[in-house]
């Protein structure tokens, strides 16, 4: 087995353990898990959210219509994304929220565009 192969091996296996850590949390914040390499994100609903705002507490928008927002988030138990989509919520529209692997969250940052 080459260096290459041990890499991607490691990372593979860092990856798998961020989704597994990623479903507990769901689990335990009575949310749902989502796997991002699967679902198409909104790019309009990136814009939602400010990045620094984004970086900072990890929860950005997946979906976003006149009346629905769907969240991303890493970690539930951070008192500001609460808030952020308690505002939301505030404003009238139906909130859904997930929670996404670090890996993930760090996928689409690389994405975001404000």
């Known amino acids: 087995m080459d260096d ?25 914040y009575h949310l749902e898990y ?5 679902y198409p994100i909104d790019p309009e609903a990136l814009k939602l959210l400010e990045k620094d ?7 950005f928008s997946i ?11 890493v970690d539930p138990s951070v008192e500001e994304t609460q808030k952020i989509i308690d505002d939301f919520k ?5 909130i859904k929220v997930f929670v996404v692997s670090r890996w993930a969250f760090d996928d689409v940052l690389k994405r975001y565009q404000v």
């Open 53 to 59: 705002i984004v970086e900072k507490y990890k929860i």
């Open 90 to 94: 505030n404003k009238g529209y139906q």
């Open 4 to 28: 290459n192969s041990l890499s991607e091996k490691i990372r593979q296996y860092q990856r798998e353990a961020q989704e597994r850590e990623a479903k507990f949390l769901a689990e335990k």
């Open 63 to 73: 979906y976003h219509t006149p009346r629905k927002t769907y969240f991303a988030l």
């Open 34 to 38: 989502l796997d991002l390499s699967t």
